[in-house]
């Protein structure tokens, strides 16, 4: 199926389900920057997520007080079921075995091997698979996944752009994460390989029934991926809907995202 078709039955109403993620009144200034003024945020299980905010809107921001990288300053944040900010580390670090998170830019450890990168989350969060004694079945399920199983004992910097893209997907899979934040998956790709991505992005959420946050810039990717968007404007979820909704939306402020 073309990429440019939006693929319908994937679309579901998933708002009876699950609350994975529930953010609500989140408030967060650097000084007098105030950055999120009041954000209010619920992902449902299995769902694909937008969130689509001008450079500077908060957006990574927002994604790191899921994960307690980032202490808001006030507001409640809660990722299944759990109040992010009243666990302690060990908590913290349990929860976060099951968030995959591809950080903004997604940087593989140069000096490390593909292999190297991608134990690295199964050493740091040991207790959740239990006693591993060979990795490299997981490590080359995490990379069959993303396509890349010939990449195994290659260095970072004998892949290209989009390779390496998909090994840190795959670095976010080998925990069998039950959330994955995408923070600007497709940021700094040229259009082929950014469709690349998004296609296996919708095969990872097929295939495990993944829930997903996906922040993104390219309203390509939003049109094909998301099932429900958030616009993120002075610091609050501005407005919410459906691409199609949004898209067909009068405001202002709505269509400047939507505008080529
Ligand atoms: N650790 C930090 N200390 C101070 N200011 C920060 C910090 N992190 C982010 N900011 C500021 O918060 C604002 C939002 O940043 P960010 O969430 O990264 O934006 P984006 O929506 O592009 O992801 C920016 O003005 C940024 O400079
Ligand atoms: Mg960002």
New binding site residues.
């Given amino acids: 199926m073309p990429l440019e078709e939006p693929i319908q039955n994937l679309k579901e109403d998933h708002t009876e389900k699950e609350v994975m993620i529930n953010i609500e009144g989140l408030h967060k200034s ?1 000084g007098s ?1 105030h ?1 999120l003024n009041g954000f209010n945020m619920k992902l449902h299980r299995g769902e694909n997520l937008v969130i689509m ?10 994604i790191k007080c899921l994960v307690g990288l ?1 202490q808001p300053d006030s507001g409640r944040v809660e990722v299944m079921g759990r109040k992010i900010t009243s666990l302690n580390q060990q908590s913290l670090d349990e929860l976060r075995a099951d968030i995959g998170f591809l950080f ?1 830019g997604s940087a593989l450890y140069d000096s490390m091997t593909v292999r190297e990168n991608l134990e690295f989350p199964l050493r740091r969060h040991k207790n959740k698979l239990g006693v591993i004694t060979d990795t490299t079945p997981l490590v080359l399920e995490a990379l069959e996944n993303v396509g890349l199983p010939h990449t195994i004992d290659l260095m970072p910097e004998e892949l290209s752009g989009g390779m390496k893209r998909r090994v840190a997907i795959a670095r976010t899979l080998i925990l069998k994460p039950k959330i994955i934040l995408y ?1 600007e998956p497709t940021s700094g790709l040229d259009p082929i390989t950014a469709k690349e991505i998004i296609e296996l992005m919708r095969n990872i959420q097929r295939k495990y029934g993944t829930s997903s946050l996906i ?1 993104t810039h390219d309203v390509d990717c939003a049109r094909v991926i998301s099932e429900r968007m958030i616009l993120l404007v002075d610091g609050i979820n501005y407005a919410e809907g459906t691409y199609a909704e949004l898209s067909a939306s009068a405001d202002p402020k709505v269509q400047a995202f939507f505008k080529k």
């Fill in positions: 650097f920057n950055v905010g001008k450079s500077g809107s908060g957006k990574s921001v927002m980032i903004q923070d922040i």
